[in-house]
């Protein structure tokens, strides 16, 4: 919303609630701005090639231009589980959305991406202090945040600048609304 506030057009993206994203994209047409809603799952690196055509279309479609300046990879999934508790299956999960789907989806949208342009990844505290219950989650932001300094190296020859943000315990929905709904935490 403050980039919308700022005149700067919005591509939303959703897993799964496109009443949601479609609430976000009218709120934003509310104050003056620009926004499209598009779906992406980014567990299935499957279909980041329709996604960015979808995107190139929205692109030309709504503002008239071929590149974006400003990508946020904040997709998540939250699994508490210990380390000996840990399926495999949450630990794909968990890999697939924080770590592969991030690279692959970066890679596969650097080519929209203006020269000058901006990414932000998305980690976690977590992957500073250590409590119970969230060692794959917390490997998982450690990931993104080598890959970020990794991305900000390769990617300075274009001007790109690509950071990482590191929230603590944030008051929302992420993990079944926890940190939201439980005073303690």
């Excluded at 090639?49 to 590149?67: G, R, Y």
């Excluded at 589980?81 to 630990?91: G, L, N, W």
């Amino acid at each position: 919303m403050a980039l919308a506030k700022k005149g700067v057009g919005v591509i939303v993206t959703y897993r799964s609630s496109e009443a949601e994203a479609n609430s976000v994209v009218s709120a934003i047409a509310k104050i003056g701005g620009q926004a499209v809603a598009l779906q992406l799952d980014t567990s299935n690196t499957k279909t980041f090639e329709d996604f960015v055509a979808k995107v190139k279309q929205s692109l030309q479609d709504n503002w008239q231009t071929e590149q974006f300046d400003f990508l946020v990879n904040n997709a998540g999934i939250g699994v508490y589980a210990t380390f000996v508790e840990t399926t495999e299956e949450d630990f794909d999960r968990l890999m697939n959305i924080h770590v592969k789907g991030v690279f692959f989806l970066t890679q596969k949208l650097l080519p929209l991406i203006k020269d000058g342009g901006r990414i932000v990844n998305l980690s976690s505290g977590l992957a500073r202090i250590t409590l119970p219950g969230y060692a794959a989650y917390a490997s998982m932001k450690g990931a993104i945040e080598v890959l970020t300094r990794y991305m900000a190296k390769e990617l300075g020859s274009r001007q790109i600048a690509v950071n990482v943000v590191a929230p603590g315990a944030i008051e929302t929905d992420f993990g079944g609304g926890a940190v939201r709904d439980n005073p303690e935490y």
